[in-house]
């Protein structure tokens, strides 16, 4: 089940996929997309990317900007090598994909939920995608 130039395919999923789902899509294509092809979305989408997710990725060299939520469903037909859930509400809501796929939960807090002052949130935003960097890069690493 190889996608494009023989790379492998995991579709990283959560809620809002406004967050989480889209920095982690993010950090894959940017330091596994030589072997992974990432594509990210949400059991109940946001209206779009959320403002400080883009900023956050961006302070590290990744352009997340054209990223738009979108509704699972939208890639159930689809072949995966990998389904990934980043929080436990995806998790108990991911549908039943057609074909066979190994499954994996590495779950974040939800940046968009902090509260307090842009820079608190701008650190909890950066938090989470080092931790995204740090626990799910690896995760989907260990499947090649």
């Known amino acids: 089940m190889t996608g494009s130039a023989g790379r ?10 406004s967050c989480r789902s889209q920095m982690a899509e993010g950090w894959i294509n940017h330091l596994l997309g030589a072997r992974w092809e990432a594509r990210s ?7 779009g990317v959320h403002p400080m ?6 302070e590290v060299g990744i352009d997340i900007s054209a990223g738009k939520p979108e509704h699972v469903d939208v890639y159930l037909d ?6 990934v859930t980043v929080c436990d509400s995806a998790k108990e809501a991911c549908p039943m994909f057609p074909r066979p796929v190994a499954k994996a939960h590495v779950s974040f807090l939800d940046p968009a939920e902090t509260q307090g002052t842009d820079e608190e949130r701008m650190a909890v935003f950066r938090r989470v995608r080092d931790e995204i960097r740090d626990r799910l890069v690896p995760e989907v690493r260990s499947r090649t």
């Open 41 to 47: 979305a949400g059991t109940r989408p946001a209206a």
């Open 8 to 17: 492998k395919r995991v579709l990283v999923l959560c809620t809002g996929n």
């Open 78 to 83: 689809q072949s995966w090598d990998l389904v």
């Open 53 to 58: 997710a883009v900023r956050a990725m961006a």
